[in-house]
Every structure is written in structure tokens, then in C-alpha cells.
């Protein structure tokens, strides 16, 4: 007989080690096959599906208890065992046998713990009836020595197992170790193993009367069906027995059957009397349970009244209007000292009618006809409410504005600049700022008529203001008024009057928007909160609202609260989004607040062109230096108000420009011209003095004008040089000459001024090279006529036949020579003295002498080398001996 696996020590260590780590002790590890039944087909043990698995038994000794386990391993893909399932054999309460498998080998566990009874459990199939029994023995004898109790069995022959245990019995005995407290607990280890608990599942007296009842019959023990047959036909002969006895004692039964009649009397009476009292009981229970009924039926219904009763007191409080509040809504003032009587009344109204909307009310109370009556009334009251305050409002607001441009002492006078101050008129509209918001919160299409109330009232003032304030700063700005003519030809203009200082002139415009600017910033943020436009703070607590940092009129600072403080009326304004359509609706009321204010800047900018046009540049610096500090959307018309400014003097500019442009140009219809024109050096004075200017990002608006002046003076330039061909060129480079010369310096540091420069730098060569190459080629005609019909014969034959060509013999070479060079320094000379007699800028006859002899040196170094390879035997004056000729001279 093959091995059984319940005596593999490689299984048994597999085993340990798959379940390291939890102090659980195998007692016996055997291979099994697992499969599952199917319900209602238990003849198919669907052995198809049949999954190798190891069942182990395992021990846990935690002081005085011990704890018995089934743990069940599969194999994983590398073949070696893990854990799957772990069953406490403390809940083992049926162990059975399948009937359908003929070879017996298969059998089930029932556990009471497991969560699902109706899932079929597990089959387990051994290899043999031998390894069954002995799983099954040693399970049951865990379960008695360990837990004292014995699972259900069924399916197995118990005198079957009793034998077999027998069989198997071994002589080794079985140890039992003392614990602590003296109670005694069978440990079972891998030398019981083959030790059967046959003598655990009987007594030793069952035991004695088994063997003594075996003894009396000669069979053999394979005969134990036949055995069984006896058993069962003696077991009926004793049941015989039994019955002859009992029939043999019949007068006693006869005595316990009439005291058996006489107690069945006595209960028929009795329970004829209890049907009596269930009768009459049920009926009182009948009697009772309507009683109780119409009572819980009257204690409901006060219930629901006195609930009824306070619903309705509550709705009776909702649709109550306090007198108090009804005066103040219908006729009260709007005086300052009742404006707390009037806030309140309006956050009443504001309840009470959001009381009987939907979301607050019940819609059971929506459609009752009171409340329909009391939502009327309120409306009412909240139209009459509105009118009056509006209409009250508005009168207020013009009566502020009113009072303050009646008082001359608000603004500005003869010899005294004064800066507008609304502290007073923000404080008095702010004691009114909570209610314009619960006038918002009760009809938002109110606020429309109140913004144009305001901005017109306002708009009054802020004009006037500025005017005022314009007026008196013009007239009290004393600067000398500059000449617009910079540029134009005739000399009469004088240039002292150029240099005077007329920085006083940008002085008064940059007070101008010092004091504006953040005062209408102040207004639009004022107006934004004050009007309940939900739009983001324009001005920050602290920000500077204007591009200035210092300077005594930027003391804006010490207002900022009181400007601001607006923000704090409501906390439920201080909301970070920004509503597009209130943001639009905010631009079209402020463009009504701040129309016109816009004329007298623009008169002050004229102001300042018509004195000095160069302080164009630097008011676009300054008014670009506000507009770039002017981010918050709600302040879009002062930006557009700055924008309009600097595309004012832009404009300014631009004209000033255009008029210097055609001073330029006038210089092309005067009479012939020598000499530097008087533009060029004009300009240099011009540029330098637009260059002191420069403020911030008038860079770009300077620029420009450069281009245009330059631009225009070169086509200038060039046009009057061709009136007289004959000297163009020595024009061209007197005058680009001057233009480098005036603007070296300015040039380093303008990057605009350095590319014309340079421009006018090639004009420059060009013009040098086109005239030394005239007075040389006048002085030198033959020379170098002879020497181009020499270079113009080369392209077409060779060297050696240039001598037989007409025209080009030696002998024509020797005439050429003695005509051209006998008296080449009395040429020279002449060369000299032509130069010098065009220029009228002595200072550039030096370099002028200088490119001039070193181009006749060029020019003649290459006719030496033509006379070389052409005539190899004809002697010349050489190359050097030209050139000291030209440096004695």
C-alpha cells in the first residue's frame, strides 16, 4: 500500500512554514481534494471541478486554553503552499459522510458561524477509506480532549470505526502533560498519529460488555452485515419481551384508565368554564381597544388643534404690521435723527416680505386669501416707501451741491489755490448709505433715477472746481513764452529766447492732475459703494491713487478712510466678483458724474503749447505716468480721461512738429544756397533741449518727432543740392558734415539720433569720394582717360597687342605722358587750390586734402601697373617718388 500523506514530514514543514509567524503548532497535514456538490443533484459530486488542497490541523496553547484550528492550503503558481481558509473547530458542528459516493471517501464539514448556510460547502475526497478515518478520528479526538464536546456524525457506521480503531491501535501510549491548576489536556504530536480515539468515543465498561457480547458468536469480523442482522432481530425478540410484561400487569392499567377518565372529566368542565371566560374576555377586550380608539382618536385631534392654533398665531405674527414700522414707512422723516427708525423699519419690511415668499413660507399658506391681502398691503407700503425716500434723496443731493457752489470760499480765488475738499459732503451722504442699500434690496430699478440725481448734482460741482482751480493756476504761473519758429530759414528769430525757463508750465499741469486725478479716483470709488454698485474696491486702503509719490499736494492720504469708509456698511458687499452688467451700468453713470471736466484740462494743455510747445513732452511723461497707475475697472473714465489727455498733447505735438517740418521745407524754395544750412545746427539746439524733456514714456513721442524732422531735413537736403549740380556734392558734405558735428554727442546717448547719424556719416563719403574724384579727374584728364581705354581693351585682347591698337602706341603713351606729368606739381597745386576754393567750411579742408591725395595715389599706382604690363620697356615717374611729391606739397 502506497504511503499516506498524513506521514509526509516534507508536507508537514510545508505546512509550519506557510503558517510562520502565528504559533500554531500541526498536528496532522494530509492532501485532500476539494469540490463542490450541486443542490437538488447530489448524485453529481462534480469531481470535474476537483482543485487540489492540504488540510491541516493545528494547535494554539495561550496559557491554560488551547485553541484547535482547520486550516485549508492550496498551492500557489510556484508550487508552494499559502494559507486560504482558516475554520475554528470550536464551531465544527456536523461531520457527514456523502451517501452517493460509493467509495466513502468523500465527506463534508458543517460549520454554525459560517455566514451563508445556503452556499453548498465543500466536499473533501481522500485517496482512501483509511486516510478518511484516520482525519476524521483525529479531529473528533481534538474536539473531545481539547474543546470537550463531539461534532454531529452522520454517514458513518460507528461499530465500523470501532473496529477499525481497534485495528490501528498502537502500543505507544498516549502522553498527557500536567498543566498549571491541575487540569490535565491531551496533546497530540506526530508520534500519536496512528494512534485511533477509539478509545475516546466509548467507555471502558461499553468497552468490556462490547467484547464480552463479540465473544458469544464465532464470525468473522468481515461478517458484519450478517452480525448487524443479529443484532437487530435479538433487539426485537427484547422489545417481545417488554410488551408481554406490560400486557401481564393489566388490572393496573385498568385502576390508572379510570383515574385517567375521571381527570378527563375534570378538564372537559374546565374547559368548558375557560371558553365561558374567553368569551366574556374577549368581549371586554372588544370594549376596551374602541374605548382606547376613540381616546387616541380625541388625543390626536387636541393635538392637532393646539398645533393648528399655533401655526396660526405665528402666520397672524408674520402678517402683523407694528404701527410703529407703519408710520415710519407711510409718513414718518428722513431727518438724520430718525434715519436708525428708518433703517429699521425698511429691514422689517425687507423680512416681512421675503416671510411670504415660497422658499420662507409654506406653499400650503401661499394661496391663502390673508396672505394674498397682507402681500398687497406690503407692496404697497414698500412702493410708498420708495417714492418718498427717492424723492427725498434726490432733493437732498441737490440741495448739498447747491449750498457748497453758493460759498465762494469752496474754491479757488485770485492769489489763492484751493484744493476741493468733499470730506463734509461724503459724511452727509454716508448717514444715508444704508438706506439706498435697503432701497436696493426692496426695488433695484429705484437706484437708476438717484445715480442721475447724483452724478448731475456732482457733476455741477467737480466742474466748477476745476474751472476755478484752472483759472487761477494759469494766472498765477509766470513764465516767458517761447517762440514756436525753431527751424525756419530766415535768422531773424533770436535764440536767447529759447533758452528760457518755462518749467513752471509743467509744473502747474502736474498740480493740476495731482490734485484731480486721485480726487476723481476718490469720487468713482465713492459713487461705486455709495450708489450699491457690486464692483471690486477701486482704490485699496493706502494705495497711492495717483502715478506722483510726493509733493505738497499729494497729502491724499489723511482722506482715505473717510473716502472708503463706505465699504463697511455692509458685510455682505465685500464680495470679490465683479457683475458685468453692474461694471457697464457703473461706466455710463460715471461718464454722466465726470462729463465735461475734461475741457479744462484740455485748456490747460493748450495753455501750456501756446507758451512753450516742447512741454508737450514732458506733460505726455507725467500724464502717462498717472495712466499707468490707474489699473481698477471701475475707474474706466478717468483712464479714459488721461487717455484723452495724452492723445490731446499728442496732437499738440504733432502739430508743433508738422510746423517745424515745413519750416524745413520752405528752406527748398529760396534762392541758391552755400554753406551749412541753418536748420542743421538749429536742429542740434532743438533736439538737446527735447532731451531735457524727457519724462518717463514720452521716449516713444520723441522719437517719432526725430524721425520725421530728420527725414524731412535730408530729402530737404538733397532736393536743394540738385538745384545746382555743379557743387552738389560739396554741399552734401558740408552739411552732413555739420549734422555729425552738431549731434556727436547726443548721438552716444539717443539710440534713434545714432542711426542717423550714421546715415548721415555714408551720405558723407559718398559725397567726399564723388568730388575728389571730380577735381582729380579734371586736373588729370589724359592720365586717366588713357588708362580706362587701356582697362576697357583688356576684355577683349591680350596685353601684348594693346600697344599696336590705335591711339594706345608708345609714342601716344610718351605725348600723353609729357602733356599730363611735366609739371605735375603746378597740377597738384591746382588740385589744391580747386578744393579749397569751392568749400566754404575751412575746417574740412584738411581731411578733405587728405582723402584727396590718397585717392590720386590709388588711381595712379594702378596706371603704374598697367604701364608695366602693358609697356614693360616705358620708364614713369614711380609711385613713390608721387607720393613724396604730394607730401612736400
Same mark, same amino acid.
Given at each position: 500500500?502506497?504511503?499516506?500523506?498524513?506521514?509526509?514530514?516534507?508536507?508537514?514543514?510545508?505546512?509550519?512554514?506557510?503558517?510562520?509567524?502565528?504559533?500554531?503548532?500541526?498536528?496532522?497535514?494530509?492532501?485532500?481534494?476539494?469540490?463542490?456538490?450541486?443542490?437538488?443533484?447530489?448524485?453529481?459530486?462534480?469531481?470535474?471541478?476537483?482543485?487540489?488542497?492540504?488540510?491541516?490541523?493545528?494547535?494554539?496553547?495561550?496559557?491554560?486554553?488551547?485553541?484547535?484550528?482547520?486550516?485549508?492550503?492550496?498551492?500557489?503558481?510556484?508550487?508552494?503552499?499559502?494559507?486560504?481558509?482558516?475554520?475554528?473547530?470550536?464551531?465544527?458542528?456536523?461531520?457527514?459522510?456523502?451517501?452517493?459516493?460509493?467509495?466513502?471517501?468523500?465527506?463534508?464539514?458543517?460549520?454554525?458561524?459560517?455566514?451563508?448556510?445556503?452556499?453548498?460547502?465543500?466536499?473533501?475526497?481522500?485517496?482512501?477509506?483509511?486516510?478518511?478515518?484516520?482525519?476524521?478520528?483525529?479531529?473528533?479526538?481534538?474536539?473531545?480532549?481539547?474543546?470537550?464536546?463531539?461534532?454531529?456524525?452522520?454517514?458513518?457506521?460507528?461499530?465500523?470505526?470501532?473496529?477499525?480503531?481497534?485495528?490501528?491501535?498502537?502500543?505507544?501510549?498516549?502522553?498527557?502533560?500536567?498543566?498549571?491548576?491541575?487540569?490535565?489536556?491531551?496533546?497530540?504530536?506526530?508520534?500519536?498519529?496512528?494512534?485511533?480515539?477509539?478509545?475516546?468515543?466509548?467507555?471502558?465498561?461499553?468497552?468490556?460488555?462490547?467484547?464480552?457480547?463479540?465473544?458469544?458468536?464465532?464470525?468473522?469480523?468481515?461478517?458484519?452485515?450478517?452480525?448487524?442482522?443479529?443484532?437487530?432481530?435479538?433487539?426485537?425478540?427484547?422489545?417481545?419481551?417488554?410488551?408481554?410484561?406490560?400486557?401481564?400487569?393489566?388490572?393496573?392499567?385498568?385502576?390508572?384508565?379510570?383515574?385517567?377518565?375521571?381527570?378527563?372529566?375534570?378538564?372537559?368542565?374546565?374547559?368548558?368554564?375557560?371558553?365561558?371566560?374567553?368569551?366574556?374576555?374577549?368581549?371586554?377586550?372588544?370594549?376596551?381597544?374602541?374605548?382606547?380608539?376613540?381616546?387616541?382618536?380625541?388625543?390626536?385631534?387636541?393635538?392637532?388643534?393646539?398645533? !393648528?392654533? #399655533?401655526? +396660526?398665531?405665528? &402666520?397672524?405674527?408674520?402678517?402683523?404690521? @407694528?404701527?410703529?414700522? *407703519?408710520? /415710519?414707512?407711510?409718513?414718518?422723516?428722513?431727518?438724520?435723527?430718525?434715519?436708525?427708525?428708518?433703517?429699521?423699519?425698511?429691514?422689517?419690511?425687507?423680512?416681512?416680505?421675503?416671510?411670504?415668499?415660497?422658499?420662507?413660507?409654506?406653499?400650503?399658506?401661499?394661496?391663502?386669501?390673508?396672505?394674498?391681502?397682507?402681500?398687497?398691503?406690503?407692496?404697497?407700503?414698500?412702493?410708498?416707501?420708495?417714492?418718498?425716500?427717492?424723492?427725498?434723496?434726490?432733493?437732498?443731493?441737490?440741495?448739498?451741491?447747491?449750498?457748497?457752489?453758493?460759498?465762494?470760499?469752496?474754491?479757488?480765488?485770485?492769489?489763492?489755490?484751493?484744493?476741493?475738499?468733499?470730506?463734509?459732503?461724503?459724511?452727509?451722504?454716508?448717514?444715508?448709505?444704508? !438706506?439706498? #442699500?435697503? +432701497?436696493?434690496? &426692496?426695488?433695484?430699478?429705484?437706484?437708476? @433715477?438717484?445715480?442721475? *440725481?447724483? /452724478?448731475?448734482?456732482?457733476?455741477?460741482?467737480?466742474?466748477?472746481?476745476?474751472?476755478?482751480?484752472?483759472?487761477?493756476?494759469?494766472?498765477?504761473?509766470?513764465?516767458?513764452?517761447?517762440?514756436?519758429?525753431?527751424?525756419?530759414?530766415?535768422?531773424?528769430?533770436?535764440?536767447?529766447?529759447?533758452?528760457?525757463?518755462?518749467?513752471?508750465?509743467?509744473?502747474?499741469?502736474?498740480?493740476?492732475?495731482?490734485?484731480?486725478?486721485?480726487?476723481?479716483?476718490?469720487?468713482?470709488?465713492?459713487?461705486?459703494?455709495?450708489?450699491?454698485?457690486?464692483?471690486?474696491?477701486?482704490?485699496?486702503?493706502?494705495?497711492?491713487?495717483?502715478?506722483?509719490?510726493?509733493?505738497?499736494?499729494?497729502?491724499?492720504?489723511?482722506?482715505?478712510?473717510?473716502?472708503?469708509?463706505?465699504?463697511?456698511?455692509?458685510?455682505?458687499?465685500?464680495?470679490?466678483?465683479?457683475?458685468?452688467?453692474?461694471?457697464?451700468?457703473?461706466?455710463?453713470?460715471?461718464?454722466?458724474?465726470?462729463?465735461?471736466?475734461?475741457?479744462?484740462?484740455?485748456?490747460?494743455?493748450?495753455?501750456?503749447?501756446?507758451?512753450?510747445?516742447?512741454?508737450?513732452?514732458?506733460?505726455?511723461?507725467?500724464?502717462?505716468?498717472?495712466?499707468?497707475?490707474?489699473?481698477?475697472?471701475?475707474?474706466?473714465?478717468?483712464?479714459?480721461?488721461?487717455?484723452?489727455?495724452?492723445?490731446?498733447?499728442?496732437?499738440?505735438?504733432?502739430?508743433?512738429?508738422?510746423?517745424?517740418?515745413?519750416?524745413?521745407?520752405?528752406?527748398?524754395?529760396?534762392?541758391?544756397?552755400?554753406?551749412?544750412?541753418?536748420?542743421?545746427?538749429?536742429?542740434?539746439?532743438?533736439?538737446?533741449?527735447?532731451?531735457?524733456?524727457?519724462?518717463?514714456?514720452?521716449?516713444?513721442?520723441?522719437?517719432?518727432?526725430?524721425?520725421?524732422?530728420?527725414?524731412?531735413?535730408?530729402?530737404?537736403?538733397?532736393?536743394?543740392?540738385?538745384?545746382?549740380?555743379?557743387?552738389?556734392?560739396?554741399?552734401?558734405?558740408?552739411?552732413?558734415?555739420?549734422?555729425?558735428?552738431?549731434?556727436?554727442?547726443?548721438?552716444?546717448?539717443?539710440?534713434?539720433?545714432?542711426?542717423?547719424?550714421?546715415?548721415?556719416?555714408?551720405?558723407?563719403?559718398?559725397?567726399?569720394?564723388?568730388?575728389?574724384?571730380?577735381?582729380?579727374?579734371?586736373?588729370?584728364?589724359?592720365?586717366?582717360?588713357?588708362?580706362?581705354?587701356?582697362?576697357?581693351?583688356?576684355?577683349?585682347?591680350?596685353?601684348?597687342?594693346?600697344?599696336?591698337?590705335?591711339?594706345?602706341?608708345?609714342?601716344?603713351?610718351?605725348?600723353?605722358?609729357?602733356?599730363?606729368?611735366?609739371?605735375?606739381?603746378?597740377?597738384?597745386?591746382?588740385?589744391?587750390?580747386?578744393?579749397?576754393?569751392?568749400?566754404?567750411?575751412?575746417?574740412?579742408?584738411?581731411?578733405?586734402?587728405?582723402?584727396?591725395?590718397?585717392?590720386?595715389?590709388?588711381?595712379?599706382?594702378?596706371?603704374?601697373?598697367?604701364?608695366?604690363?602693358?609697356?614693360?620697356?616705358?620708364?614713369?615717374?614711380?609711385?613713390?617718388?608721387?607720393?613724396?611729391?604730394?607730401?612736400?606739397?
Amino acid at each position: 500500500m502506497a504511503k499516506s500523506s498524513a506521514d509526509d514530514e516534507e508536507l508537514k514543514r510545508a505546512c509550519e512554514a506557510a503558517i510562520e509567524g502565528t504559533k500554531q503548532k500541526i498536528v496532522l497535514s494530509i492532501r485532500v481534494a476539494k469540490s463542490h456538490g450541486i443542490w437538488g443533484k447530489s448524485g453529481k459530486l462534480g469531481r470535474h471541478m476537483a482543485k487540489p488542497r492540504v488540510l491541516a490541523l493545528s494547535t494554539k496553547s495561550k496559557g491554560q486554553r488551547t485553541k484547535a484550528f482547520l486550516r485549508v492550503l492550496k498551492y500557489s503558481t510556484g508550487g508552494v503552499l499559502e494559507p486560504a481558509k482558516l475554520y475554528k473547530l470550536k464551531h465544527l458542528s456536523k461531520v457527514e459522510v456523502i451517501a452517493n459516493d460509493p467509495s466513502g471517501c468523500t465527506f463534508t464539514l458543517g460549520f454554525d458561524n459560517l455566514r451563508s448556510q445556503s452556499v453548498t460547502p465543500p466536499q473533501w475526497t481522500m485517496r482512501n477509506i483509511d486516510d478518511r478515518n484516520r482525519l476524521l478520528f483525529c479531529i473528533l479526538n481534538i474536539c473531545k480532549d481539547v474543546l470537550e464536546r463531539l461534532p454531529k456524525v452522520v454517514g458513518i457506521d460507528v461499530v465500523e470505526m470501532a473496529l477499525w480503531a481497534k485495528e490501528n491501535t498502537p502500543t505507544v501510549p498516549k502522553q498527557i502533560n500536567q498543566q498549571d491548576g491541575g487540569h490535565v489536556a491531551a496533546t497530540v504530536t506526530e508520534s500519536d498519529l496512528k494512534v485511533t480515539v477509539e478509545r475516546e468515543l466509548v467507555s471502558q465498561a461499553e468497552e468490556e460488555d462490547m467484547e464480552a457480547l463479540l465473544g458469544t458468536y464465532v464470525m468473522g469480523i468481515g461478517e458484519a452485515e450478517a452480525f448487524s442482522e443479529r443484532l437487530k432481530r435479538e433487539l426485537l425478540a427484547l422489545e417481545a419481551a417488554n410488551v408481554h410484561a406490560i400486557l401481564e400487569s393489566e388490572p393496573l392499567i385498568e385502576e390508572v384508565l379510570q383515574g385517567l377518565e375521571a381527570a378527563t372529566n375534570c378538564v372537559d368542565d374546565m374547559d368548558e368554564w375557560l371558553g365561558i371566560f374567553n368569551v366574556k374576555l374577549r368581549h371586554m377586550r372588544e370594549d376596551i381597544e374602541s374605548i382606547e380608539t376613540r381616546n387616541n382618536k380625541l388625543e390626536m385631534q387636541s393635538v392637532n388643534n393646539v398645533s !393648528l392654533i #399655533q401655526e +396660526l398665531d405665528k &402666520l397672524l405674527e408674520r402678517l402683523r404690521v @407694528p404701527s410703529e414700522y *407703519a408710520a /415710519c414707512l407711510t409718513g414718518g422723516s428722513f431727518d438724520e435723527a430718525r434715519m436708525l427708525q428708518n433703517i429699521e423699519a425698511c429691514e422689517w419690511l425687507t423680512g416681512a416680505l421675503r416671510g411670504l415668499q415660497v422658499p420662507s413660507l409654506d406653499p400650503i399658506y401661499a394661496n391663502m386669501r390673508a396672505v394674498k391681502e397682507k402681500r398687497t398691503e406690503l407692496e404697497k407700503l414698500k412702493a410708498m416707501f420708495v417714492r418718498r425716500a427717492s424723492e427725498f434723496l434726490r432733493n437732498y443731493f441737490a440741495s448739498l451741491v447747491d449750498f457748497m457752489i453758493s460759498d465762494k470760499s469752496y474754491f479757488s480765488q485770485r492769489g489763492q489755490l484751493k484744493r476741493p475738499d468733499h470730506a463734509d459732503l461724503r459724511y452727509k451722504c454716508r448717514t444715508y448709505a444704508r !438706506l439706498l #442699500q435697503h +432701497l436696493k434690496g &426692496l426695488d433695484k430699478n429705484c437706484l437708476g @433715477p438717484l445715480r442721475k *440725481a447724483y /452724478c448731475s448734482s456732482l457733476n455741477l460741482l467737480l466742474r466748477r472746481e476745476a474751472r476755478e482751480f484752472a483759472n487761477e493756476l494759469r494766472a498765477s504761473t509766470k513764465a516767458s513764452r517761447n517762440p514756436t519758429v525753431w527751424l525756419e530759414a530766415s535768422t531773424g528769430s533770436s535764440q536767447n529766447a529759447h533758452n528760457a525757463d518755462t518749467s513752471s508750465v509743467s509744473e502747474a499741469y502736474a498740480k493740476m492732475l495731482t490734485i484731480f486725478i486721485p480726487l476723481l479716483v476718490d469720487e468713482s470709488s465713492f459713487f461705486a459703494h455709495f450708489m450699491c454698485f457690486e464692483v471690486p474696491a477701486l482704490v485699496p486702503p493706502g494705495g497711492a491713487a495717483n502715478g506722483n509719490k510726493g509733493g505738497n499736494y499729494n497729502d491724499a492720504n489723511d482722506d482715505d478712510e473717510d473716502d472708503l469708509g463706505i465699504m463697511d456698511i455692509d458685510e455682505n458687499d465685500g464680495k470679490a466678483g465683479k457683475n458685468s452688467a453692474d461694471l457697464a451700468a457703473l461706466n455710463e453713470s460715471l461718464q454722466d458724474l465726470l462729463d465735461g471736466i475734461q475741457e479744462d484740462f484740455y485748456a490747460v494743455v493748450d495753455w501750456a503749447y501756446k507758451i512753450d510747445p516742447l512741454r508737450c513732452i514732458s506733460m505726455h511723461g507725467i500724464t502717462e505716468r498717472y495712466l499707468s497707475g490707474q489699473k481698477a475697472d471701475a475707474a474706466g473714465f478717468v483712464r479714459l480721461l488721461l487717455g484723452d489727455l495724452e492723445s490731446r498733447i499728442s496732437m499738440q505735438f504733432s502739430r508743433f512738429v508738422d510746423e517745424a517740418c515745413h519750416q524745413i521745407e520752405r528752406n527748398e524754395r529760396n534762392v541758391r544756397q552755400t554753406g551749412v544750412l541753418s536748420y542743421i545746427p538749429r536742429f542740434a539746439t532743438l533736439a538737446t533741449r527735447m532731451e531735457q524733456y524727457i519724462q518717463g514714456q514720452s521716449r516713444d513721442l520723441v522719437d517719432q518727432a526725430y524721425t520725421k524732422f530728420v527725414s524731412i531735413m535730408f530729402v530737404t537736403l538733397e532736393k536743394i543740392a540738385q538745384t545746382d549740380p555743379k557743387y552738389a556734392d560739396v554741399f552734401l558734405l558740408e552739411n552732413y558734415a555739420a549734422f555729425q558735428n552738431s549731434l556727436y554727442d547726443l548721438a552716444n546717448v539717443v539710440p534713434t539720433l545714432a542711426k542717423f547719424y550714421h546715415q548721415a556719416s555714408e551720405a558723407y563719403e559718398q559725397a567726399c569720394t564723388r568730388h575728389i574724384s571730380m577735381i582729380i579727374f579734371y586736373q588729370f584728364e589724359k592720365l586717366f582717360q588713357f588708362a580706362r581705354k587701356i582697362e576697357d581693351l583688356m576684355y577683349t585682347i591680350t596685353p601684348e597687342e594693346i600697344p599696336f591698337q590705335l591711339g594706345l602706341s608708345k609714342m601716344d603713351l610718351r605725348k600723353m605722358l609729357k602733356s599730363s606729368l611735366s609739371g605735375v606739381d603746378k597740377s597738384i597745386s591746382a588740385m589744391y587750390k580747386r578744393l579749397q576754393k569751392n568749400l566754404t567750411s575751412e575746417e574740412l579742408l584738411p581731411s578733405l586734402w587728405d582723402k584727396c591725395k590718397k585717392e590720386f595715389l590709388d588711381k595712379y599706382e594702378s596706371f603704374a601697373q598697367l604701364v608695366a604690363k602693358i609697356y614693360p620697356n616705358e620708364s614713369i615717374p614711380s609711385v613713390s617718388e608721387m607720393r613724396e611729391l604730394l607730401a612736400s606739397m
